[in-house]
Nanobody
Framework: QVQLVESGGGLVQAGGSLRLSCTAS????????VGWIRQALGKEREFVAA????????YVAESKKGRFTISRDNAKNMVYLQMNSLKPEDTAVYYC??????????????????WGRGTQVTVSS
């Protein structure tokens, strides 16, 4: 099993940047595909980005490309989501999630088995 804790959220003005971190406990973190999913108040969850266990494969949702970047450091059991040029519509709770699956990304929110509690990102206009 793995436990996930997100951090790095906060209040930022439109056009600003934030880097979210997802810290994982447990061993063999490199076995786990990890994704970032967000949920705005009153809206459904939205898939943001994903990475394979090794970090060699990455995916960023089309609407976020050019602004968001996902990366991971398995030596530190960390996954990051760098968010630039933030917009008010990026306001949401951001979750990291993981699944024990080798050599692939997981691109469907419902397939993740482990979830953190989320970190709030608020972008003011």
């Amino acid at each position: 099993q793995v436990q996930l804790v997100e951090s790095g959220g906060g209040l930022v003005q439109a056009g600003g940047s934030l880097r979210l971190s997802c810290t994982a406990s447990g061993q063999t973190f490199s076995r786990y595909a990890v994704g970032w999913i967000r949920q705005a108040l009153g809206k459904e969850r939205e898939f943001v980005a994903a990475t394979s266990g090794s970090g060699r494969s990455i995916y960023v949702a089309e609407s976020k490309k050019g602004r968001f970047t996902i990366s991971r450091d398995n030596a530190k059991n960390m996954v990051y989501l760098q968010m630039n040029s933030l917009k008010p519509e990026d306001t949401a709770v951001y979750y990291c999630a993981a699944k024990d699956v080798a050599y692939t990304m997981v691109l469907r929110t419902e397939e993740y088995d482990y979830w953190g509690r989320g970190t709030q990102v608020t972008v003011s206009s």
